[in-house]
């Protein structure tokens, strides 16, 4: 790093958004500096040693598609692959990978380091340099002014943290990291809107003082799957299996004796937590009539003696902690290695960001990550990436990425948070998205790369590769709807055997692919079917093509009937109090909401399409009287 | 929003023989030649039948085709001129609806005229005016159209398809999770229960809509001033009991009828008086509350004797423009029929005067603002209904083809927005809430 260069874009923070901002500003050819506490904790999993999931999954692959670092690491560092909702369609199928944290952190600084253009180092950051108004660079803690034209931060929980272990509590960022007073002061200062949430870990367990003979063996699949377009499929590590116990009422009257020294019972804690990830004192409290929960119990890594035992993230007390996790099944002799905790921290009211990421109140500022108020490394890094190519096309004045809902998760994403705002850690669901059936793990790269392409973020090979990818589902797609099977061609039998029963009357390949009992395989098995396509990601796309085929029609004339006005400005100085026939209600929540398009002020609660139609006669009114 | 085809009737509510609906969109081509056969040409009237899907005539009237950019809105604008009854201009708004159009929202046509630059600047701010009182105006229109049982009834089955849905989401978003999710074929049934349960609804309201509506009309008066003769004179057959003696009806009685296809719901009372008995007593304190209630009063004055106490006391209407005095038993009087400075002279004996009342009563209840706003309000609900069943529908096949569960979840979402029409849209939020507090979540 040189203290006396001018970045094109300095991100703040080496987790999970800061990485992908910065990775994807180099790559795009910008100047880039990351910045962060601590070098060695760069990729860190601070919580639990997994990446993907239901949704998750869906951004990870999203991330990799734009040409991001997640994929790509975790397939270097995954040690128990499962894809989930096998059973179920793909829309909703989903991969999840066990991490070894260490080989997690070693893959992603492998990646930064051979990455151009990006230069890492370490050290906090005090304050922002505002000029005008503008964000221009940043201080650090040892002084440097640091100039760029845009600021990504991505500090996540490090603002105004605050750990509890039943009734102590102390300043911290999570894992033992300081936290960033002096900069969260200064942000306090802005006028940002500022909330409290709170998450929680387990304690984690020694691996050799668990008994695992009693307990249910989780094995990953087999093959394991990849995340990343980009693997060559010899990266994954050794795999292990995880495994599941449960609590029982005896756990539970341990947790109950000792609630009024939890600090969530207290009143110690003010943030909110999020729904879907309680504590165990939470879940005993809420569901008093269930007696047990599920545990599972998940390694850190292959060399690592700890156990993350998912399910029983907890602020008790220490001694009940011990209490309670030794009477599980096969944790009997536990020793916990490190005390569960939960932590309160800042986020940012997103609802201050445009939905590019950039701050509404002070351009060139940028934020991603948890201190947007969402939870999960995924979230995280499909924030960061955005922001660090939003970062990049302001400095270069070209239009910022703004994925719609249709689009990607990502959009789906974005648009919640900088829409609604949240009020609990906001976790990616696919039931949040109301486009799923075309938001696919599978169709990934089919829904981005065009976009990477446009930005800069993948190479000419990369891109040549796709098209040819691309050029192939559309011609077997093609092939499908003109090739004709008569029953005449197939006799009775062969029809039979290959489609279940004989085939009644002439339909095409499509036709027949339509029907959820019949397979690509069972097609290409037809005397007459022709030449089938060698590439199994054609098969299944032409095959998720026909089964969808009419919902993804109907979704697409939903998405032509939204984008009508979907993307229509407004301008960030529009005064609603001028808009003739708005109610005050609806004036007060645009004003508070000051929503970007159109289409985003349809979508904040309270907003009626009257409204709307109120919105677009005065944008009209406004172009006609400038034309005029 | 300018999208799709829009149609509205553009006459005033209730008024005239005349009724005119107007389509503008691309499909109001579509529209024109599937209800009224080929497009004349442009810019004249063509007189033609206007038949439903099967063919069979809904009704006679003028046509008029106006191509766009050269008509009102800019887009292609088809008028139909129908009759005016609401049943008929009902039936044939319906026609269109199948036919691609959908109903317009308060000022759209306008809007549609301004955004297209048909309209110039000075009008933006009318529009506005007409955007935001008719969406209020139809709200409120939507909440009475919603009040009672109807409204149960759909909260009902919102409330079914939500918790249909919070298994499906939750087995779907929460794999890893112990959920007592539902098996699919159970879940079929259940689908299938509750789409029984929206065609119900929707039959019950589309009755409701032509015969339990309509203005109400209550005939008042003192004893044996010959009400329920006069409302079986209305009728046109014997629904109230007539005797000599006073104090026959001690319920209130209704009944409905069109005036000119305008729906009436006519209630007759027991005769006001004091001193009655106590059953009589209950019954004279039901027709104050009908009367409370009601669009309109006859009162009925026996003509031998109009200057008598009416026994209205403080059941007095608010306006006395909401009340008509009706001099019965003329043909004992000889006072000319029909509608005079005070009132309108009848003899429910002989019919006598009978046709001035009705056509006085149409024009005083025509002229009720918000009728058609409920109407109008009524009909979307029942598309709104139609859609849902249509979507149910589609989750019960997917669901016994053995398709996925995410197909199943996506038509029962499809579902519930068009519910959600109706009673408010369920969010992903109110849905996530309610998965979270049914099921433990959270490994």
């Not at chain 1, 008569?486 to 029809?495: K, Y």
């Amino acid at each position: 790093m040189d203290s006396q260069s001018q970045y094109d874009v300095i991100v703040v923070g080496g987790g999970h958004a800061g990485t992908e901002a910065a990775h994807a500003a180099a790559r795009m050819g910008a100047h880039t500096l990351l910045l962060t506490q601590s070098l060695d904790t760069i990729g860190q999993m601070s919580c639990n040693p997994a990446i993907g999931g239901i949704g998750k999954g869906h951004l990870v692959r999203e991330i990799d598609a734009m040409g991001g670092v997640m994929g790509r690491a975790i397939d270097r560092a995954g040690i128990q692959f499962r894809v989930l909702n096998q059973r179920k369609g793909p829309a909703v199928r989903a991969t999840r990978a066990q991490a070894d944290r260490n080989l997690y952190r070693q893959a992603v600084r492998a990646i930064l380091d051979e990455q151009p253009h990006l230069s890492l180092f370490q050290d906090t950051v005090d304050d922002l340099i505002v000029e005008r108004g503008t964000v221009r660079g940043v201080v650090t803690g040892m002084g440097l002014a640091l100039r760029a034209t845009a600021v990504v931060l991505t500090v996540g929980t490090f603002l105004g943290g605050r750990i509890h272990i039943g009734d102590h509590n102390r300043r911290g960022g999570r894992a033992g990291d300081a936290p960033s007073i002096a900069l969260a002061e200064r942000l306090r200062a802005l006028p940002l809107r500022v909330d409290r949430l709170k998450t929680g870990t387990p304690p984690r367990i020694d691996t050799a003082s668990i008994d695992y003979r009693a307990l249910t063996e989780q094995p990953g699949d087999s093959p394991a799957p990849y995340f990343s377009r980009w693997s060559r499929g010899d990266e994954h590590p050794r795999s292990v299996s995880c495994h599941i116990t449960h609590t029982n009422p005896v756990t539970h009257e341990h947790i109950r004796k000792a609630l009024h020294r939890s600090p969530m019972y207290s009143g110690e804690i003010e943030g909110v937590g999020p729904r879907y990830c309680p504590s165990i004192e939470d879940k005993v409290v809420r569901f008093a009539d269930r007696d047990g929960h599920q545990i599972f119990l998940e390694p850190e890594g292959l060399d690592s003696r700890e156990v993350y035992p998912n399910g029983i993230s907890t602020s008790l007390p220490f001694d009940t902690q011990i209490a309670m996790v030794r009477s599980i099944d096969g944790l009997a002799g536990a020793r916990i290695t490190r005390p569960g905790y939960a932590i309160e921290y800042d986020y940012l009211d997103p609802r201050d960001l445009h939905p590019s990421l950039q701050s509404l109140h002070l351009p060139g500022l940028f934020l991603a990550g948890q201190i947007n108020g969402t939870t999960g490394y995924e979230e995280a890094g499909a924030q960061g990436l955005l922001a660090g190519i939003n970062a990049v096309a302001h400095g270069r004045e070209m239009a910022p990425w703004v994925p719609a809902r249709h689009e990607a998760y990502l959009g789906v994403l974005v648009d919640d948070l900088t829409t609604r705002g949240t009020s609990e850690p906001y976790r990616m669901f696919t039931s949040r998205a109301e486009y799923r059936l075309q938001l696919r793990e599978d169709n990934a790269d089919l829904r981005l790369m065009p976009v990477a392409r446009d930005y800069g973020l993948i190479d000419e090979g990369d891109w040549q590769a796709f098209c040819a990818y691309r050029d192939a589902i559309d011609r077997e797609r093609r092939r499908l709807e003109q090739t004709i099977i008569r029953p005449a061609d197939l006799g009775d039998d062969h029809g039979a055997t290959c489609l279940g029963k004989p085939l009644r009357r002439e339909q095409s390949l499509m036709a027949l692919l339509r029907r959820p009992e019949i397979s690509y395989d069972d097609l290409a098995a037809l005397s007459a079917a022709g030449e089938a396509a060698a590439d199994p990601r054609v098969r299944e796309q032409v095959t998720i093509a026909a089964r969808y085929e009419g919902y993804l029609q109907r979704q697409a004339a939903q998405v032509e009937k939204q984008s009508r006005y979907e993307d229509r400005a407004l301008p960030a100085d529009l005064d609603y109090a001028r808009v003739a026939g708005l109610s005050r209600e609806v004036q007060e929540k645009l004003t508070h909401h000051r929503p970007a398009t159109l289409g985003q002020a349809a979508r904040i609660p309270g907003v009626t399409p009257a409204a709307v139609s109120l919105l677009l006669v005065h944008l009209q009114r406004g172009e006609q009287r400038q034309s005029a | 929003m300018p999208d799709g085809t829009i149609c509205a009737i553009a006459t005033p509510p209730g008024r005239g023989g005349i009724g005119v609906i107007r389509v503008s969109g691309e499909a109001a081509g579509d529209c024109l030649t599937g209800l009224a056969g080929r497009l004349p040409e442009p810019r004249t009237a063509s007189l033609r039948t206007f038949r439903d899907a099967d063919g069979e005539p809904l009704d006679q009237g003028l046509v008029l085709w106006f191509p766009g950019p050269d008509s009102f809105t800019g887009e292609d604008v088809a008028e139909f001129h129908g009759h005016g009854g609401p049943v008929v201009m009902d039936r044939l708004l319906r026609r269109l609806i199948e036919l691609g159009a959908s109903l317009a929202e308060p000022g759209e046509f306008s809007q549609r005229a301004f955004l297209n630059g048909r309209m110039d600047l000075t009008r933006a701010e009318a529009i506005a005016d007409l955007i935001a009182a008719g969406s209020e105006a139809a709200a409120s229109a939507a909440m009475r159209s919603l009040e009672g049982a109807f409204a149960h009834r759909i909260q009902d089955l919102v409330e079914q398809l939500t918790e249909l849905r919070v298994h499906l989401e939750s087995s779907i978003d929460f794999i890893d999770e112990p959920l007592d999710g539902l098996a699919i074929d159970r879940l079929a049934d259940r689908i299938e229960a509750v789409g029984e349960a929206v065609r119900a609804a929707r039959e019950a309201a589309r009755s409701g809509q032509q015969l339990q509506e309509g203005a109400r009309v209550v005939i008042a008066g003192a004893p044996n001033a010959g009400k329920s003769s006069l409302m079986n004179a209305l009728l046109g057959r014997d629904a109230a009991i007539v005797t000599e003696l006073a104090g026959t009806t001690r319920d209130v009685l209704d009944a409905h009828l069109h005036l000119d296809g305008l729906p009436v719901q006519v209630m007759d009372t027991a005769g006001l008086r004091t001193g009655a008995d106590v059953v009589e007593a209950e019954g004279i304190r039901r027709a104050h509350q009908a009367m409370a209630e009601a669009d309109h009063i006859l009162l009925v004055v026996d003509d031998r004797n109009p200057d008598e106490d009416d026994g209205l006391g403080a059941a007095w209407p608010a306006s006395a423009a909401a009340l008509t005095r009706v001099y019965n038993k003329i043909d004992l009087t000889h006072r000319p029929p029909g509608v005079g400075d005070d009132g309108v002279a009848v003899s429910a004996l002989t019919g006598a005067g009978l046709d001035g009342l009705k056509s006085h009563l149409r024009g005083v209840l025509g002229v009720r603002a918000g009728d058609e706003a409920v109407f109008t309000a009524r009909r979307r609900h029942l598309q709104a209904l139609d859609e849902a069943a249509a979507a149910i529908d589609e989750a019960v096949s997917a669901a016994r083809a053995g398709h996925g569960e995410e197909l199943v979840a996506e038509s029962l979402r499809c579902a519930q927005d068009s519910l959600g029409q109706i009673t408010g849209a369920v969010t992903t939020e109110d849905l996530l809430g309610r998965i979270f507090s049914t099921f433990c979540i959270g490994k």
